[in-house]
């Protein structure tokens, strides 16, 4: 969970926090009131008065959303957490909004799940469901879905006001409704911190307890403590000192994962920093290495020092942040979801009555790399198939030289999936031009240089980016092996991209804000030759 200004010190942050919960009413935020009903989308899909309302990433139907939390596959069914604001576009009075999926791609709404009050508002969390009811919230015969959560205490909370705190809710009814423990927090620091939050629960078997994950993000260190039920804590052990600093570090998770083609193990920890990412603003970072039921140890980490390109992102654009895996997803390899926003302007983009959207959900496979152990990015199987069935697929062979060609009305879309092969036999660069205007060559701009293997995602003419100086222009990423062939996965949505780099060495994911008239698309080819082949399938 993220103040809205990272660089503020910490006595503003408690200032701030402060006036965010006096602001309620305390008619309408009276402790016990039941949860804030918020009607279900229905299928909403982008139109002329609500253009870049996205198709296949979850958003809510109005009002301010950021972090995931809560992420968890139960009966069927994919439950998404996340910080809910629902009494406005912008953050403050930090709730637990709650949406649910079948597929990953298409998401109901349901009603807030827990929401801010006077004396604490709901911070960044997890759900572990408690099938041996360890905890004893639930019973044999009805275990409970257990949430840990952060705590952000105001007036006449428990706790200093502005500190921060980890407790603990339950639902017995598949997390349809929920309930607070009583004895909250059930984990607090000794003097208390108002930087101490975002718990994330991770199963260590040789231990058999849970382990949990926790920063103090001001100070750049993730701390590791261990429980068999939830409710009791015992700390283990401070992770620090490697790696991009930036000015706060958030939502670590500790995943164990196989090693790709071996019977390797290795645990790895992935960590929001921000601001201090490698497109500037918020970032997505990680480490692999060994835990051993107390610390984790990073190997061939960057040093603190060290240029940002050294260390190991997550995604090479600006708007992937505090993405977590969701429990329990089915399948062996860990399920993402993240906020596809950046703190240095997500409070400005021009979107209403809604503002804030999930990334598309992504897995992850862990290979070693030419240096050290790396991670790839897929679509998570699940959204895939559904993408894959959602419209007929188009496809296109050309070749351009030294110019720039239509792709005609096929692949003229505000939304598609498009599949993209590049063979650049004397060409110096390549690309496509996505929502491009009638009038302009103006579009979102991603392209391929054939001498330095980078892959760019140039968003500087692809829409409306007036509304902050700091709504960086493009992003780039160099591929492992650099050649004249090159293969991307793009995800084009009404208002967001995603482009896989081959293979999933790499992601840039990156939000723009078109006009509803730019529809176009084409291909480009510069100094030479390229040959295309494009296959598109439009959501």
Not at 376 to 402: D, F, P, Y
Request: glycine share 8%.
């Amino acid at each position: 969970m993220t103040f809205p200004n990272p660089k503020l010190s910490r006595r503003h942050l408690l200032a701030a926090s402060a006036a965010v919960v006096v602001a309620f009413s305390a008619a309408s935020c009276t402790r016990g009131e039941s949860p804030t009903p918020v009607p279900t989308p229905g299928g909403h899909r982008p139109s002329p008065s609500d253009p870049w309302r996205p198709v296949a990433h979850l958003t809510a139907e109005k009002n301010w959303l950021n972090d995931p939390n809560g992420l968890v596959y139960h009966a069927g069914t994919y439950h998404a957490f996340y910080q809910y604001n629902p009494r406005g576009n912008s953050w403050g009075n930090m709730s637990w909004g709650h949406s649910t999926s079948q597929d990953l791609v298409h998401w109901e709404q349901q009603p807030v799940a827990m929401e801010a009050s006077l004396e604490e508002e709901v911070f960044s969390g997890c759900i572990v469901m408690d099938k041996d009811n360890a905890s004893g919230l639930g019973s044999a015969e009805t275990p409970p879905m257990v949430a840990i959560y952060t705590s952000a205490y105001g007036k006449n909370g428990p706790l200093p006001q502005g500190s921060q705190a980890q407790s603990v809710a339950f639902s017995l009814d598949d997390g349809t409704t929920w309930k607070k423990y009583q004895g909250n927090p059930v984990l607090n620091l000794a003097p208390t911190n108002n930087n101490f939050r975002d718990p994330k629960i991770t199963w260590y078997e040789p231990g058999h307890y849970w382990v949990m994950t926790t920063v103090v993000a001001d100070a750049q260190v993730v701390k590791l403590f261990k429980s068999t039920d939830l409710l009791h804590w015992e700390y283990l052990s401070d992770f620090s000192g490697v790696g991009a600093q930036g000015g706060l570090w958030e939502v670590p998770e500790l995943l164990h994962m196989d090693v790709a083609d071996s019977t390797t193990k290795k645990w790895v920890m992935l960590l929001s920093i921000n601001p201090g990412g490698i497109a500037g603003g918020s970032g997505m970072q990680y480490f692999v290495g060994e835990f051993d039921g107390t610390r984790f140890t990073a190997e061939n980490a960057a040093a603190t020092d060290a240029p940002l390109n050294e260390s190991q992102w997550l995604d090479h654009g600006a708007d992937y942040y505090a993405a977590n895996s969701i429990s329990g997803a089915p399948g062996d390899k860990p399920v993402l979801l993240g906020w596809m926003g950046n703190w240095d302007y997500a409070q400005d983009v021009p979107t209403t009555p809604w503002r804030g959207s999930m990334a598309i959900p992504r897995e992850l496979t862990l290979v070693r790399g030419a240096k050290r152990l790396e991670l790839r990015s897929a679509i998570a199987r699940v959204a895939h198939e559904t993408l894959n069935h959602s419209g007929e697929v188009k496809s296109k062979n050309l070749t351009v030289g030294s110019s720039t060609m239509d792709l005609g009305p096929d692949f003229s879309g505000r939304t598609q999936v498009i599949e993209l092969d590049m063979d650049l036999t004397s060409a110096r660069e390549a690309g496509v031009l996505l929502r491009q205007s009638s009038a302009s060559k103006d579009g979102l701009r991603i392209s391929y240089n054939r001498e330095s293997g980078g892959i760019r995602v140039d968003r500087s003419k692809a829409g409306t980016s007036n509304f902050s100086e700091k709504f960086s222009p493009f992003h780039e990423v160099a591929v492992p092996s650099p050649g004249s062939k090159v293969h991307l996965t793009i995800l084009l949505d009404s208002s967001s991209v995603e482009v896989f780099a081959p293979v999933g060495t790499a992601v840039i994911s990156d939000t723009f804000f078109p006009d509803w008239d730019n529809t176009g698309a084409s291909a480009f080819s510069i100094e030479g030759e390229t040959d295309f082949t494009v296959q598109s399938r439009s959501l």
